[in-house]
């Protein structure tokens, strides 16, 4: 079945291809859409790109950083101010998948992948998405537990806080093939600390459920506490609270429930995986 590509500058016109079109498809960095054309999807028979510069952009110089969604994670790399971010995207696939995939598209990749959704998850992550609406910002929570139901929405940014310092952001990938392999767990965890207590805890577990989930139970036991064994161990046994893994090649869903507290602690210790 031939394909049509459409190809605006606006914004707003990408938007009302995308609402005006149920199979049209966006296509950014193309590592999601290209392989769906490839294996022969034939339920997308529009696909929509976007020249508008302001996809490309990056303010990192503030308190609230924010990256255009169609960055890519090669640039997030290269950019210095985002060296808080460099763990969460180097741990994208090889360097040529990196080259091509953008910060926008990781926020609709199915576990096991979209790692770097997980650290923006933890960062407070906010998404400007276009729409018939106008463009408004959505927390990235609200719009995983959406994604499926963003039909015609085009997101065009991704913000989120920048760490105070360089302990309180910590991220990890557990995977069978490194770097690049399909995640067994993914964490990220921002735990900043006042007087000697945690205060303001978000953590975001990865290959936990069909998107990126925040772990409340974990953010519960650490909150306004030291950040000590005795908390990082209550907060290790919370770890699966909530989660609704599943089974797949890299790993089971009991194994997953199994492990995921033992990482995290690792994580919030401080020891290597």
């Not at 031939?2 to 938007?15: G, Y």
């Not at 106008?134 to 995983?144: A, C, I, N, V, Y």
């Not at 069909?210 to 306004?224: C, F, N, Q, S, Y």
């Amino acid at each position: 079945m031939p394909v049509t590509v459409k190809t605006f500058q606006a914004l707003s016109e990408v938007a009302s291809a995308l609402s005006s079109d149920r199979a049209a498809r966006y296509l950014g960095g193309g590592t999601l859409v290209m392989r769906d054309l490839n294996e022969g999807d034939v339920s997308m028979t529009t696909v929509v790109r976007a020249t508008d510069r302001s996809l490309q952009t990056i303010d990192g110089s503030g308190a609230r950083v924010r990256i255009g969604a169609g960055v890519t994670f090669a640039r997030v790399l290269a950019e210095r101010d985002l060296g808080f971010l460099h763990p969460a995207a180097r741990s994208i696939g090889g360097p040529a998948v990196r080259n091509m995939g953008t910060v926008g598209g990781n926020l609709f990749a199915p576990a096991p992948f979209g790692d770097f959704t997980v650290a923006l998850l933890a960062l407070d992550g906010l998404v400007a998405v276009q729409g018939g609406f106008g463009l408004r910002d959505m927390p990235l929570e609200e719009f995983l537990q959406s994604r499926d139901r963003q039909a015609g929405a085009l997101v065009v940014a991704v913000s989120c806080i920048r760490p105070a310092s360089a302990d309180a952001f910590r991220y990890r990938k557990i995977s069978r093939i490194k770097p690049k392999g399909g995640s067994v767990i993914t964490l990220a965890a921002h735990v900043p600390q006042s007087g000697g207590r945690v205060t303001g805890a978000r953590i975001a577990l990865g290959s936990m459920a069909p998107t990126a989930i925040r772990a409340k139970g974990v953010e519960r036991a650490l909150e306004g506490r030291p950040l000590d064994a005795s908390t990082i161990n209550a907060a290790a046994a919370a770890a699966s609270e909530g989660t609704a893994p599943t089974d797949n090649a890299l790993a089971s869903a009991w194994y997953r429930r199994e492990v995921v507290g033992v990482h995290l602690r690792r994580l919030l210790s401080g020891q290597e995986s």
